[in-house]
C-alpha cells in the first residue's frame, strides 16, 4: 500500500482470520491468518506507537523478563518535547513500512 492509509474497521472471524479494513487514497481490505505455530525469532523485534506510553513500557519490560530469548526494542514515532506532527509522524512511518524497514508490531494508543 502507498499514500496515507489508516485502520478503519478490524474484524475476527473463527478466532483466526483477521480483518482489517484501512481508509485511505483507495479503501483496502487485507485478512490476517492466526496460526497456533510457534515462531522462531532470529532477531529484536520493534514495537512502535506514536507518543511515549509508561504502561506499554511495563508491559514490554515484563513479557522480556518472561521470555528472554525473544528481544524486544521499544520505538517512539513523536518524541517528548519534538516539533513533528502526527501526520509527519504516519508519513515517515508508512514510508518505513514500504521500504520494508518498518516496526513488527504498532501499538495504537489513544489517550483521552
Sequence with gaps: MSGDYFPFEIAIKN???IYVY???EEDKLVKYTYSTEEVKIDKT???YTLEDNDELKKMINTYQRKNPNIKLSYKV???EDSD???SDAIKKL???IETGKGPDL???IKSY
Design 22 to 24: 484501512f481508509n485511505g
Design 15 to 17: 478466532d483466526k482470520e
Design 45 to 47: 523485534l520493534t514495537i
Design 77 to 79: 514515532g513523536i518524541k
Design 84 to 86: 513533528i506532527t502526527t
Design 94 to 96: 508508512n514510508t518505513e
Design 106 to 108: 504498532i501499538m495504537i
